[in-house]
């Protein structure tokens, strides 16, 4: 059924894979191990994997690799780390103390771009100076 569903869409072409300009998929631990079971209990080898799912065998492999070392908990997302002051910037009314770690880290941030030898401008923006 799985095989069914991946060489439907892949004719289709709704194959989920990222173009020029998105972002790449995250797949659910659900959906990667159903992909990598069968290499797991040896019915098919990668290779066939990756011509039904059109997913990379470089991936696949990984999958592979990320389970037999730490089981279903390799196949877990990591999180990536981002802007710090994203997630206080897209909201609109911030408590407190959301207020204070707001300033506080950009207070952090001015600290660290000024060791590195950056002055802030009075538009927010950073030139980097001589000595």
């Excluded at 710090?84 to 941030?109: G, H, V």
Aim: glycine share 6%; net charge positive; proline share 2%.
């Amino acid at each position: 059924m799985c095989t069914t569903f991946y060489l439907l869409t892949l004719i289709k072409g709704d194959d989920k894979m990222a173009k020029k300009g998105q972002k790449y998929r995250n797949w659910a631990v659900e959906e990667k191990y159903r992909i990598i079971e069968p290499i797991l209990n040896m019915e098919k080898s990668s290779a066939l994997i990756t011509k039904e799912t059109g997913i990379s065998n470089g991936m696949i492999t990984l999958w592979v690799h990320k389970y037999r070392e730490k089981g279903i908990e390799g196949l877990k997302n990591k999180k990536k780390p981002g802007n710090p002051l994203s997630k206080y910037s897209n909201k609109k009314n911030l408590t407190k103390e959301e207020q204070l770690e707001y300033e506080n880290m950009k207070l952090r941030i001015e600290n660290e771009m000024l060791k590195k030898g950056y002055l802030m401008k009075e538009d927010g923006t950073y030139v980097r100076f001589t000595k």
